[in-house]
């Protein structure tokens, strides 16, 4: 007796075989033994797909790397679309007639993974009618030149491209996650259609890939990620998709322009939040997961420092604020990774300490003034509270020692210099904890007060 089964991550075509006991099984009432069937791997149809979508990928990418001195650009990229849209078609095949729901997504899954190629195909013929100044004597390579003979013809092409484009996307989509299918497409357009922008600038290129990447973290955050749909395999497969856009811009930046120092940092941030955000989220290891966040944090270093130096250099900022404008970030960042990362965040703190505490007062040190002094006496602060409070032996002692060696700087400052009046900075900071501390008392006084039985008359 044949049913049809309708599930949120069923495609409406496929036919699920069903027998109510065992004595209409095709088995005659005969189990298969559990250990045979683990025994076996894996299946010959199951690798049969397998090695049918790795030699579809590997075709696209002959495809598309090969000459045609028989076709001109345009010819060559209606010939991709065909191709395309020829999988689309079989994979519609396989689900209705031959009710194979497997082969059927093996082989929309190939076309909904190209389909960020066609756009970046697309945006190759805009950019050869719209082109950017710095970029007007470069040399592409024969794969990646794609020139559109007017604007007329360019914006033709991409219409007709996306026509046939938007329509495979959401079917493949359907087919994957239907009740999701309507958002998904949207966001795989949007973050595809980025590649559409005749913009080449690497600095702008560094913003847009990690406004795309953001996005897509965001998305499978607070939106896919929960969802029963997205954690089977083939949703996963769809989540790490939406990633594709972003790689496909970033890397064509790298392979044939300029980078520029913004666009590496961007790039290094990228790499970080994959690491510290999205990867970890394929994993149950707590251990794998606490280690590949713990090495987010170099790339994350190396990008904030890239930002900081960027910064500095194009605003010409004094070299009495430049280490802090780098310091501070870093630690920053640190302190929020703590409260972020799936593993304790003790490290993260000790390391935005011995990163902050040190250096302000070194800052201060070697340039005296108030900025200097009372950044140095804030983190100092800062430190021994929260080694108070968290109880971290090792953040309250370097907050002291930082907070005495900035206090012994301005007694000697007080005697040698007429710069300014040390006095105010530490009389402020005197003030300010005193003031701080009778918050507290009487903040707790008042909690014991609310919180102790009342007499009753």
């Known amino acids: 007796m044949e049913t049809q089964e309708m599930t949120c991550g069923t495609p409406p075509f496929s036919s699920v075989t069903s027998y109510p006991d065992s004595a209409a099984s095709p088995n005659n009432g005969i189990s298969r033994s559990p250990k045979k069937k683990e025994s076996a791997g894996i299946s010959i149809p199951v690798l049969l797909r397998r090695l049918g979508a790795a030699l579809l990928v590997v075709a696209s990418a002959i495809f598309l790397l090969q000459r045609w001195d028989n076709l001109d650009q345009i010819g060559r990229y209606m010939s991709f679309l065909g191709f395309t849209g020829v999988l689309a078609i079989l994979g519609a095949y396989c689900g209705v007639l031959l009710k194979d729901d497997r082969a059927a997504r093996t082989l929309l899954g190939v076309a909904a993974f190209v389909v960020p190629i066609h756009f970046a195909q697309l945006g190759g013929f805009l950019y050869s009618v719209f082109p950017e100044r710095f970029a007007t004597a470069i040399q592409y390579p024969d794969f990646v030149h794609f020139q ?45 259609s980025l590649l559409l922008l005749p913009v080449r600038n690497p600095d702008i290129i560094g913003w847009l890939g990690m406004l795309s990447l953001m996005t897509a973290v965001t998305l499978d955050a607070k939106f896919w990620r929960k969802e029963r749909v997205f954690k089977t395999p083939e949703g996963k497969q769809l989540r790490t998709l939406l990633f594709f856009p972003t790689i496909l811009l970033i890397g064509r930046t790298l392979y044939l322009y300029d980078t520029s ?197």
């Open 148 to 192: 559109a003979h007017s604007p007329m013809t360019a914006i033709s092409v991409t219409i007709f491209g996306l026509l046939l484009l938007i329509p495979i996307t959401y079917f493949a989509n359907s087919v994957f996650v239907r009740p999701h299918a309507k958002e998904v497409t949207m966001a795989y357009l949007g973050l595809s």
């Open 261 to 457: 120092a913004l666009f590496i940092g961007s790039v290094f941030a990228g790499v970080a939040l994959l690491m510290f955000v999205v990867i970890p989220q394929y994993s149950a290891s707590d251990s794998y997961k606490a280690s590949l966040q713990g090495f987010a944090m170099i790339p994350a270093s190396l990008a904030s420092l890239i930002f900081s130096a960027e910064f500095i250099d194009v605003y010409s900022v004094p070299a009495e604020y430049a280490i802090p404008l780098i310091v501070v970030p870093l630690s920053i960042m640190l302190l929020i990774c703590s409260r972020l990362t799936t593993s304790p965040g003790d490290n993260y703190q000790f390391t935005a300490v011995m990163f902050s505490v040190p250096t302000l007062v070194l800052n201060g040190l070697v340039y005296p003034s108030v900025t200097s002094s009372l950044l140095a006496i804030s983190v100092s602060i800062a430190a021994i509270l929260a080694g108070k409070v968290l109880d971290r032996p090792a953040t309250y002692f370097f907050g002291l020692i930082g907070l005495g060696i900035t206090l012994f700087h301005h007694l000697e400052m007080a005697v040698d210099f007429n710069i300014y009046s040390p006095w105010m900075v530490v009389a402020m900071f005197g003030l300010g904890a005193i003031f701080l501390s009778a918050y507290i008392e009487r903040r707790n006084r008042l909690k014991g007060e609310s919180s102790a039985p009342q007499e009753i008359e």
